[in-house]
């Protein structure tokens, strides 16, 4: 029983000290939210219409309100039909920010739609926006931190 606490203990010492190695090589930055999306076929220049009329706008406004910091745009030759060719990434200032829900944040996300939608109704709001599910597929989302490498000694 002594040993089976002694490796116990070891392990848990070994573990913990990794978080600490990577810190001497980087500090941490802020998270982006990259959501792979994979048009469909003749929807490219639809989808594009719709991000920059409707997503655009309430990314424009949640970064004013302070919930991103900022949005950008990738696109991606696409290797097969299943890879995806347009990228939203989103900045969030933390992990916590990114994930976790906060009802102030939701209350302010809720005033932007109804202000840009002009209903409070949230199913009128989503049947506003499923147009979009015609034009495209989601391939999937990653969280990603980003890191500040420190200069060598």
């Known amino acids: ?17 990794l978080p600490a190695l ?19 076929p003749g929807k490219f220049d639809d989808y594009m219409k719709y991000l920059r009329s409707t997503y655009l706008v309430s990314a424009g406004e949640a970064k004013k309100q302070g919930l991103i910091l900022d949005t ?35 209350d302010k996300r809720k005033a932007i739609a109804e202000k840009q939608f002009k ?9 506003m926006i499923s147009p979009r599910f015609a034009m495209r597929d989601a391939v999937g989302t990653r969280y990603l931190r980003e890191v500040n490498l420190k200069p060598m000694p």
């Open 72 to 106: 950008k745009f990738l696109l991606n030759t696409p290797r097969d039909e299943k890879d995806w060719d347009i990228a939203i990434a989103t900045l969030y200032p933390s992990f916590g920010k990114a994930l976790d829900f906060n009802q102030g944040d939701d």
């Open 119 to 127: 209903t409070k109704d949230e199913a009128k709001q989503q049947e």
């Open 1 to 17: 029983m002594k040993r089976l606490t002694l490796i116990a203990l070891l392990l848990g010492a070994c573990l913990t000290g």
């Open 22 to 40: 990577a810190q001497e090589h980087f500090t941490e930055g802020p998270v982006w939210a990259i959501s792979y999306i994979r048009t469909k």
